[in-house]
């Protein structure tokens, strides 16, 4: 299904991205993973995607430094031979009313979240021309398509990334490139674990099916749309969020 195809999922680390990571591999993609630390959840899933036999690379890279993304890329070129997949799904929160954010609450969730996705996409670009073939997907959120309050910073970067994936997608179809976002609702991960209990709880009852999303099932959609029976869906925004945003 995906043999011989490798896959660049940033933020593969932990959470939403190592669950896509595993999935690919299983599979039968090769994976590198960008993470901003080599630590031990980044080697658990290294340790993960090579016990099923795949080759798995970790790069270091702050996604959100240009030179240091591409740099990144030309090594997964080098030892991969190229890329076939990327996932852009690293990103961060820092959540306040608009009143009290900072510059820096601003600048940093814009330049992770959107610039970040942007240029990791501009570092594939060119091995994806070459090949005439190339699968992109991004991790928006439903709050990109519904805005949240304290969450103006995010959700614009996830705004952003709805404009960015229909806008590349137009640009490479032609090429055989697809792009796609997937805007998921309330998952269960690190991310959504360093809220308040109170705020994840109310979060429920605006949950039609009354349950928070799993990592796997974000997962699930993802390999769907980087395999070849979805060739002619581009351009699309896939909410996975319980009916959370209907
Ligand atoms: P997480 O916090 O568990 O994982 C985020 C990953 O991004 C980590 O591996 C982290 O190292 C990496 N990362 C952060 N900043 C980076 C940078 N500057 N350069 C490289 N890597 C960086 O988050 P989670 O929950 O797994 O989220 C993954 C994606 O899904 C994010 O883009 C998030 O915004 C999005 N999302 C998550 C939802 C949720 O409910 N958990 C809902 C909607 C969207």
Redesign the pocket.
């Given at each position: 299904m995906l043999k011989e195809n490798t896959a660049v999922v940033?933020?593969?680390?932990?959470?939403?991205?190592?669950?896509i990571a595993v999935k690919l591999a299983e599979l039968g993609a090769n994976v590198a993973v960008?993470?901003?630390?080599d630590g031990e959840?980044?080697r658990d899933t290294i340790k993960t995607i090579e016990d099923m036999g795949r080759k798995a690379g970790l790069y270091v890279?702050?996604?959100?430094?240009i030179k240091a993304v591409n740099d990144a890329v030309s090594q997964i070129i080098t030892d991969f031979g190229g890329v076939d997949i990327l996932i852009?799904?690293?990103?961060?929160?820092k959540d306040k009313l608009l009143m009290q954010m900072t510059e820096d609450d601003i600048s940093s969730v814009i330049?992770?979240?959107l610039k970040?996705c942007m240029y990791v996409t501009k570092a594939c670009l060119r091995n994806f021309i070459r090949k005439r073939r190339g699968r992109i997907v991004n991790?928006?959120?439903?709050?990109g398509l519904m805005g949240n309050a304290g969450q103006a910073n995010?959700s614009a970067?996830?705004a952003g990334i709805v404009g960015f994936t229909k806008s590349v997608a137009r640009e490479y179809a032609s090429k055989g490139i697809t792009c796609n976002a997937?805007?998921?609702?309330?998952?269960?991960?690190?991310?959504?674990?360093s809220m308040p209990k109170e705020a994840v709880e109310a979060m429920l009852d605006n949950i039609p099916c009354k349950r928070?999303?799993k990592?796997e099932e974000?997962a699930e959609l993802a390999a769907f749309l980087v395999q070849d029976c979805a060739s002619y869906i581009t351009g699309e925004v896939i909410k996975i969020?319980g009916g959370m945003y209907i």
């Open positions: 940033t933020g593969g680390s932990r959470g939403i991205g190592k669950a960008i993470a901003t630390h959840q980044a890279c702050d996604i959100s430094d852009n799904n690293a990103g961060i929160t330049d992770v979240n970040g991790i928006s959120s439903v709050v995010y970067s996830k997937i805007a998921p609702g309330f998952i269960c991960t690190d991310m959504t674990g928070y999303g990592p974000v969020d």
